[in-house]
């Protein structure tokens, strides 16, 4: 095994990855590197959440209507600020502000690119010591640069997903990000304050025997996903052990496993959410990016996610991904339900 001698700072892998291909841009690698520098600032708050005046709720609701944590405004204002002052970004979505957020001071006018992020999925779950986490998506403009970002530049579609990534604060804290060659993971070092390439070129198994879903839920998701479920069911009947239902409740918690493990994630539409519970532009787009670079697959039961044609800034989505065979099965199941 390699000594942390022997292995790649994040600092170091992004100089290698632009003398590789020299078409790649410092631009989008030194944004990498200020979602990184945030994430620490934000990992420092999570690791000491229950000893300071930020675990809990600010009293506020955000545009999705949920309850403000005081940790998600605080990853919020950290992703912004730091993003804003660096010179890659020319705007950011967020799942925290009603509206997008235009960058237009001088340099940041230059940019290309657009950042749409959940500054910290699952805080729900910080009262509960379970992993949370950053999701973010990186997007092209479609504007000219060297003017501040208009409002046809946020109508952003999955097709012009650039990168995408996620921060996975748990036992150990990983940045995970994927361009269109490969998907790496960097673990951080907490002592000397620096990621570590520690998951090379990550590949999502082609098959996997993990189904995260809430079962809770069974009586109101459609007939073919019902069916799909049953199968699991049954299987484990016939052979005790063939499948294993695992959900945290953590986006990011669930699909990482199952990224790393295989498996398929199903967050399907219900009564109450019709369109789907969880948002497409930062949330479904990225975990799509990453999973099909990864060699896995996310559709919404009916297209592909990254095909799904931009509404709204927050508009939701249902979403079925993962492992390429068990997507593939699932499509079987709701397509009978359509016959």
Known sequence: MDTIENVLTLDE????????????????????????FAAKLINVEVNKAGLVDIHGETGTVNVQGEKVKKLDLYAHQQLTGVLKRGISCAGVVSEEMEDVIVFDDKMSIHSKYIVAF???????????????????????????????????????????????????????????????????GFTLDPPIGEFYLSHPNIKCPENGNIYSINHSNYLNYSPGVQKYLDYFLIKNKEEEGSYTMRHVGSMVADLHRNLIKGGIFLNAATNAFPDGRLRLLYECNPWAFIYETAGGRAINGKQRILDVEFKDIHQRTPLFIGSTLMIQQLEMYLAEENL
Do not use: H, W
């Open 13 to 36: 892998f992004r100089v290698s990855e632009v003398r590789n291909f020299p078409a790649a841009t410092t631009e989008l690698s030194n944004l990498f590197r200020d979602i990184a």
């Open 118 to 184: 959940d500054p910290l999925d699952g805080s729900s779950n910080i009262d509960n010591c379970i992993s949370i986490g950053t999701i973010f998506g990186i997007y092209l403009r479609s504007s000219p640069t060297g003017q501040p970002c208009n409002k046809e530049d946020f109508m952003l579609q999955g097709r012009s997903t650039v990168a995408a990534g996620y921060v996975i604060y748990g036992s150990s804290t990983m940045l995970v990000f994927a361009t269109s060659r490969s998907v790496n």
